[in-house]
């Protein structure tokens, strides 16, 4: 079974950072791609970034490239998600996933997910 405890979300005003953090459980990890979504109250949720077992490709929505960064840290279970510059439309809750057999950016190729984090970034 995977576990999947994500930390770091909060408060942040529009231009600041936050570092969020996925902290897993199993086997799956080293032999997965990892992701970060997000979902927003009234809408679907969205990839946000994604990266692969050994970490050497990584994939970022449209909407966050060059502000965030994912990476992981394969000895410690855990994944790392970089947000810079945030913006008031980046407010979200944010989900670790794993499982999925490549990086991309469908929910239905990650079977594990964690519980997720709250991002709020006020104008």
């Known amino acids: 079974q995977v576990q999947l405890v994500e930390a770091g979300g909060g408060l942040v005003q529009a231009g600041g950072s936050l570092r969020l953090s996925c902290a897993a459980s199993?086997?799956?990890?080293?032999?997965?791609?990892m992701g970060w979504f997000r979902q927003a109250p009234g809408k679907e949720r969205e990839f946000v970034a994604a990266?692969?077992?050994?970490?050497?490709?990584?994939r970022y929505a449209d909407s966050v490239k060059g502000r965030f960064t994912i990476s992981r840290d394969n000895a410690k279970n855990t994944v790392y998600l970089q947000m810079n510059s945030l913006k008031p439309e980046d407010t979200a809750e944010y989900y670790c996933?794993?499982?999925?057999?490549?990086?991309?950016?469908?929910?239905?190729?990650?079977?594990?997910w964690g519980q997720g984090t709250q991002v709020t970034v006020s104008s």
């Open positions: 199993g086997r799956t990890f080293f032999s997965n791609a």
């Open positions: 990266i692969s077992q050994s970490g050497g490709v990584t």
């Open positions: 996933a794993a499982g999925a057999k490549q990086t991309g950016g469908d929910p239905a190729m990650y079977d594990y």
